[in-house]
Nanobody
Framework: QVQLAESGGGLVQAGGSLRLSCAASGSIFSIAAMGWYRQAPGKRRELVATISSGGVTDFGTSVKGRFTISRDNAKNTVHLQMNSLKPEDTAVYYC??????????????WGQGTQVTVSS
């Protein structure tokens, strides 16, 4: 129904920056919100940041003040700018989309995940 194309993951030194992007495509009528969650080894998946189509944002406590999220509604794309990265940010980052399909039903879907590794 929907494809979430993730990009921007990789290896970076502590204090550095990365920019993750996620583009949604497919049988989408509208998107309510998109964002990123992450899961580190041995830990549960947690919120990183989300943004609604109207620009309302939500951030996980550990990333507030360091990460920003933005969106391009016309392209169904969300960007996560990650600054001042710390080793504890190392995780697989998953894009999430909360959307209405062309059948007018509501869905949540996930990307395949992209690895972010922060070295010290």
């Amino acid at each position: 129904q929907v494809q979430l194309a993730e990009s921007g993951g990789g290896l970076v030194q502590a204090g550095g920056s990365l920019r993750l992007s996620c583009a949604a495509s497919g049988s989408i009528f509208s998107i309510a919100a998109m964002g990123w969650y992450r899961q580190a080894p041995g830990k549960r998946r947690e919120l990183v940041a989300t943004i609604s189509s109207g620009g309302v944002t939500d951030f996980g406590t550990s990333v507030k003040g360091r990460f920003t999220i933005s969106r391009d509604n016309a392209k169904n794309t969300v960007h996560l700018q990650m600054n001042s990265l710390k080793p504890e940010d190392t995780a697989v980052y998953y894009c999430n989309a909360d959307y209405t399909g062309v059948d007018l039903s509501r869905y949540r879907d996930w990307g395949q995940g992209t690895q972010v590794t922060v070295s010290s």
